[in-house]
T-cell receptor, first 114, second 110 residues
């Protein structure tokens, strides 16, 4: 049971470089989310997609863009990476947004920006 | 502003020593409160959802309870394999976002 799969698992970038974090789920979930997790800050929502074809900003969207490619896949793009974006990024999915459905998480992408 | 606060930040227990973790929240109408377990290097793993005050859920040595202002995760006779960070999250009636606390890091010593 794959669940939520994130690639890559680790990445080191230089300031100003761009990259895309990939996320795919095989649970036929409607909603998908991108979070970042920093020490002492907890999980903070970057963007989410309540359903295929829609995306919305979360708490910390600046410096990021997202694409809901299809029902299974939701990518996060850093156009010009900054050291402040060094973090662990988690993708999550849930059956239906706004309806008490728990989120299921991938194992994260550890991103360092030098 | 919707907020979630967890305490303590860290907790060390001897194997078999029961205790409770706290999650207090302020939200404009609670849609659901969620407990997760997170192991090092892994994503959060869903444990429980609580919807209304007075509700309780149990799983093995864990029991989650909910009041109008806080939730407790009770750990009975913990084992070393219960060592992890426990996260609490709330979802408000308005909007689709989840708000997470910073977690309680639990260490159970054999």
């Amino acid at each position: 049971n794959a669940g939520v799969t994130q690639t890559p698992k680790f990445q080191v970038l230089k300031t100003g470089q761009s990259m895309t974090l990939q996320c795919a789920q095989d649970m036929n979930h409607n909603s998908m989310y991108w979070y970042r997790q920093d020490p002492g800050m907890g999980l903070r929502l970057i963007y989410y997609s309540a359903s295929e074809g829609t995306t919305d900003k979360g708490e910390v969207p600046n410096g990021y863009n997202v694409s809901r490619l299809n029902k299974r896949e939701f990518s996060l793009r850093l156009e010009s990476a900054a050291p402040s974006q060094t973090s662990v990024y988690f993708c999550a999915s849930s059956h239906l947004s706004g309806l008490n459905q728990p989120q299921h998480f991938g194992d994260g992408t550890r991103l360092s920006i030098l | 502003e919707d907020q979630v606060t967890q305490s303590p930040e860290a907790l060390r227990l001897q194997e078999g020593e029961s205790s409770s973790l706290n999650c207090s929240y302020t939200v404009s109408g609670l849609r659901g409160l969620f407990w997760y377990r997170q192991d090092p290097g892994k994503g959060p793993e869903f444990l429980f959802t609580l919807y209304s005050a007075g509700e309780e859920k149990e799983k093995e040595r864990l029991k989650a309870t909910l009041t109008k202002k806080e939730s407790f995760l009770h750990i009975t006779a913990p084992k070393p394999e219960d060592s992890a960070t426990y996260l609490c999250a709330v979802q408000a009636e308005t909007g689709n976002q989840f708000y997470f606390g910073t977690g309680t890091s639990l260490t159970v010593i054999p």
